[in-house]
């Protein structure tokens, strides 16, 4: 979801509100994976505002696009003839469907995973630490739907002693009264990743958390421990 609604939102500034390139120069771009002479069209998508910043035009957008696929699922019916419900649980969706997808306007490579989740930034773009992804999300509404994965990464140092557990209580605190009702956390020194990677039988009890669920760092393919450790290690 987040991929695809930062993917329409750089197509609507770089294309038609900013015109600073063509869609066939976009096309030709995204077709090329972004090599070569199209490295630059790649710089321009990536420093096009994304979700997860507490900027209103993206975030907004991504509200837009949930809205659309909630009103377009809820036109059916379900067995007892009332209406269909989304649920947005992606678990390790975003995986396999990157896998099979091309580059993507937002600055995505072809073939590598989209956002987390389902309402998870994507890695690296939140750039103005976790209460301006907080704000970010609770802009969308997620009624009505059934389910949805939010996740977060802190540096262990966040939680170090009283007063960063109270504020990271306090983020929560904030998401839920402004409308959020699922978050969830890695707390893990990127350092330990990287290791736990070269050298996988130091770290055999290395436990993270991947999308809607919890696993050894170590038994994870390289795409998943790669998608972990490029996550934004915020530090309150």
């Not at 937002?106 to 995973?113: F, Q, S, W, Y």
């Not at 994507?122 to 009505?144: E, H, M, Q, W």
């Not at 998401?175 to 956390?185: A, T, V």
């Not at 009890?205 to 934004?232: H, K, N, W």
Request: aromatic residues 10%.
């Amino acid at each position: 979801m987040i991929t695809a609604a930062n993917s329409l939102f750089a197509v609507k500034k770089l294309v038609y509100d900013d015109k600073v390139i063509t869609m066939k120069e976009l096309k030709d771009a995204l077709a090329a994976d972004f090599e070569g002479e199209h490295a630059r069209i790649r710089k321009l998508a990536q420093d096009v505002p994304k979700y997860g910043n507490d900027i209103d035009e993206p975030d907004l957008f991504v509200n837009d696009h949930f809205r659309k696929i909630s009103d377009s699922v809820m036109t059916n019916k379900n067995p007892f003839a009332g209406p269909l419900y989304p649920g947005y649980l992606g678990i390790t969706a975003h995986y396999y469907h990157g896998i099979a997808c091309g580059a993507t306007p937002d600055g995505r490579k072809a073939r590598t995973p989209f956002a987390d989740g389902s309402f998870s930034t994507y890695p690296g773009t939140d750039k103005r630490g976790p209460t301006a992804v907080i704000k970010s999300a609770t802009k969308t509404n997620l009624f009505p739907c059934t389910s949805n994965l939010f996740n977060l990464k802190f540096h262990p140092s966040a939680l170090k002693d009283d007063d960063g557990i109270r504020k990271v209580w306090d983020l929560v605190k904030v998401y839920s009264r402004r409308g959020g009702y699922h978050i969830q956390f890695n707390v893990v020194d990127q350092n330990v990743l990287l290791e736990a990677r070269e050298r996988p039988r130091e770290h055999k009890d290395l436990l993270v958390r991947v999308a809607g669920f919890s696993a050894y760092f170590v038994d994870l393919a390289p795409l998943m421990q790669d998608e972990i450790i490029a996550g934004t290690e915020h530090i309150l």
